[in-house]
């Protein structure tokens, strides 16, 4: 070439070699590189130690040129195309690769009993697509407003999100359940109250969805167009109610107690104090006793009866876990996933009646802010028993024993090198014989452990 630098085909070869002792390129670059080197290589083929050629050695020069150059272009267009195919082939791989991380962080929470906290926000932030994706795509409900009209979007977005985490919170404790053959852990006191609260939100949350009188008794009293009420608060708590009755059946199958459901006092008063005017109401209204219009403020009862199974059901778990010194058999994917429901929930309701300039939204429908303001509250007492004040301990403080016949739990939790059981962990009837846990404390002797 011009720099002086020969270009010769090997004999025995038909690569052609670049200069003295260089290196021959691998592949061929986007920029054709490659191509424009074999070309110079190939102008240059004629020019032998720097000597001439006879006729018939010109002649073999030309013919292995013609040959070779015909090779190496059938070899650089294949190569062109094997690029080609590795370009498309590496991105498939790569939309395959990113769809299969974002199913399995999807199905964390159905699937993993890890409660690490990288994990719980893969799985949550996975969850939050599928809610942005399920808001754009449902129609939005026209809300007039200082945001008309775009807001409608946003707000539909944000509360399918929150309907989607909050709704998947139900799904790891059934299935933690299910896995341990077992719902030791979870308080039937908290159960029954759950149900009944979902059922009582549901009830008011249809009504002044679907019933048309019911909206007209809310535009009057309130002086607006319609309640901050959407669809997604419905779907999420007709699913809610549905997953909860699913709790009772659990406890009842697993428990071994027949068809009983064991109740402390407390939570019988409780039941029947609210169930009983649940029933008695309507009927008051049907048969003319109480005016009509009274049917607005009995699913008002009934969104504060929610809340008050809220903060009882909440304070019984934890009063539970108190006792237990453990939160094992709780799954904390619940208040992790219903933590981050919540509080989009109350950003929703809030930011629609800014919108609208008027803060009825938020009086008008006190149970949803009120029941997002609760759910925060003790879901960060949750947080603080599971990871600070009980800390699951580590796997190398665990080994399991064979079940006898007479319900002698198979596993242990060896907290230190002498094995110690809190016999605190029986009291008032909540763990029996059979039980999957017994709970450890260096403070209590091992005297309970024969028992």
């Known amino acids: 070439d011009e720099e002086g630098n020969d270009g010769r085909i090997d004999a025995n070869m038909e690569t052609p070699l670049i200069g003295h002792g260089s290196r021959r390129p691998r592949h061929k670059n986007k920029n054709g590189t490659f191509r424009n080197t074999l070309q110079t290589c190939y102008s240059s083929i004629n020019d032998v130690e720097g000597g001439t050629t006879t006729d018939d050695e010109e002649g073999s020069s030309k013919n292995k040129y013609n040959i070779t150059n015909a090779h190496h272009k059938e070899q650089d267009d294949i190569l062109t195309d094997d690029d080609d195919y590795s370009l498309s082939d590496a991105s498939i791989s790569s939309i395959s690769t990113t769809l299969t991380n974002f199913r399995d962080n999807l199905m964390l929470p159905f699937t993993s009993d890890e409660t690490s906290l990288p994990k719980i926000g893969a799985g949550m932030a996975s969850l939050t ?52 053959q077992s719902t030791r852990g979870l308080s039937n006191d908290f159960a029954i109250l759950n149900f009944m609260g979902w059922s009582f939100y549901s009830a008011y949350l249809a009504s002044m969805y679907f019933d048309e009188s019911i909206q007209e008794l809310y535009t009057e009293r309130f002086k607006n167009e319609s309640s901050t009420v959407k669809s997604n608060d419905v779907a999420f708590s007709i699913h809610a109610m549905i997953l909860s009755f699913i709790y009772l059946v659990q406890i009842v199958y697993y428990g071994g107690n027949g068809f009983s459901l064991p109740l402390k006092p407390q939570t019988w008063f409780l039941v029947v104090g609210m169930g009983g005017p649940t029933v008695i109401i309507p009927l008051l209204i049907w048969t003319g006793i109480w005016e009509y219009e009274s049917w607005l403020n009995y699913f008002y009862m009934l969104s504060f009866f929610k ?14 876990n108190w006792k237990r010194k453990s939160t094992s058999g709780w799954n904390i994917w619940y208040n992790f996933l219903e933590c981050s429901g919540g509080a989009l929930s109350m950003m929703q309701i809030v930011l629609d009646s800014v919108n609208m300039n008027d803060m009825s939204g938020i009086t008008g429908n006190m149970a949803k802010f009120a029941l997002g303001l609760a759910t925060i509250f003790f879901d960060a007492l949750f947080f603080t028993q599971h990871y600070i004040l009980y800390p699951e301990p580590p796997a190398d403080k665990r080994f399991e024993v064979p079940a006898s016949a007479d319900g002698v739990p198979s596993t242990i939790v060896k907290a230190s090198d002498t094995l110690v059981l809190n016999m605190n962990s029986f009291d008032d009837g909540e763990l ?20």
């Not at 809340?307 to 539970?320: A, E, G, P």
């Open 129 to 180: 697509i599928v809610g942005i994706v399920l808001g754009l795509a449902m129609p939005a409900k026209d809300m007039h407003g200082r945001w008309y009209p775009w807001w409608g979007h946003i707000s539909s977005v944000i509360g399918y999100t929150y309907f989607v985490l909050w709704s998947v919170c139900f799904y790891p404790q059934v299935l933690l359940n299910m896995r341990r």
């Open 307 to 320: 809340i008050c199974c809220t903060l009882t059901k909440y304070s019984k778990q934890v009063l539970l």
């Open 432 to 451: 029996t014989d059979g039980d999957s846990y017994i709970e450890t404390d260096d403070n209590e002797s091992l005297q309970g452990a024969q028992h």
